[in-house]
């Protein structure tokens, strides 16, 4: 197996921008934008604030913004895979903007490589990352706490080095997380029934997402194999 030093850091613990990031948020952003790419968009952008995102939603009325919580004045869907995954996207662009995965990517913009995962991407993400020597995974949820987002990394990680690591203990920390409760039990709120589930939906798409700085915009695109 190859070996490659990894390290694990929270947003606030990121002193400089490292050359590989992989932004860790599985409840729900980095979900959400997988379906999102499934269901046809060609690029997320990523935005800063919600100022920011109706910002750019008043520039592009065409793009479709989300964020989360409830629904809000301006913004067309929430944060949440199981509402989106039957939104036809073909060709859109989402304006996505979360309490922790945007702000993540948006904390590591000078990287070389920045891949934004969840579980549903995870044997794509692990698969680019192979031969990197050293990748440093921004752990984004609960100020670098969230145990889904932990186990996710920690995971992708392990099989990033070519091994084959039993998926299940670590599905089983995401699913006793602290986020995966409050979705349960509808603390969250703008949560579908199905948002637990589709977040632990090991390897559903075959694509990792990259994003990338464009015309002063960070923006998430599949990378990797074709969606679809």
Not at 31 to 47: D, N, P, S, Y
Not at 176 to 199: F, N, P, Y
Request: hydrophobic share 45%; with cysteine.
């Amino acid at each position: 197996m190859a070996v490659m030093e990894t390290r694990f850091l929270a947003i606030g613990e990121l002193a400089a921008t490292p050359p590989v990031a992989v932004v860790i948020d599985v409840m729900r952003a980095f979900t959400t934008a997988a379906w999102a790419f499934a269901q046809g968009a060609e690029r997320i952008v990523l935005a800063g604030s919600l100022d920011e995102a109706l910002e750019a939603k008043s520039r592009h009325p065409h793009w479709l913004a989300l964020k989360d919580g409830p629904p809000a004045p301006g913004f067309d869907a929430v944060n949440s895979p199981g509402r989106l995954r039957d939104t036809d996207l073909t060709g859109r662009t989402v304006i996505q903007k979360t309490t922790a995965g945007t702000v993540g990517a948006l904390a590591v913009r000078g990287a070389d490589l920045v891949l934004c995962a969840s579980f549903v991407v995870a044997g794509a993400t692990a698969r680019a990352l192979r031969g990197r020597p050293e990748v440093t995974f921004v752990v984004t949820g609960e100020d670098g706490r969230a145990e889904e987002d932990r186990a996710c990394a920690e995971y992708i990680a392990h099989r990033a080095t070519g091994a084959t690591p039993d998926p299940a203990p670590y599905l089983r920390r995401a699913a006793a997380s602290t986020a995966a409760d409050e979705l349960t039990r509808g603390i969250r709120e703008g949560v579908h029934e199905d948002d637990v589930r589709l977040c632990l939906e090991l390897d559903r798409f075959p694509f990792a997402m990259s994003a990338t700085p464009e015309d002063g915009l960070m923006v998430l695109r599949p990378y990797g194999e074709r969606v679809g």
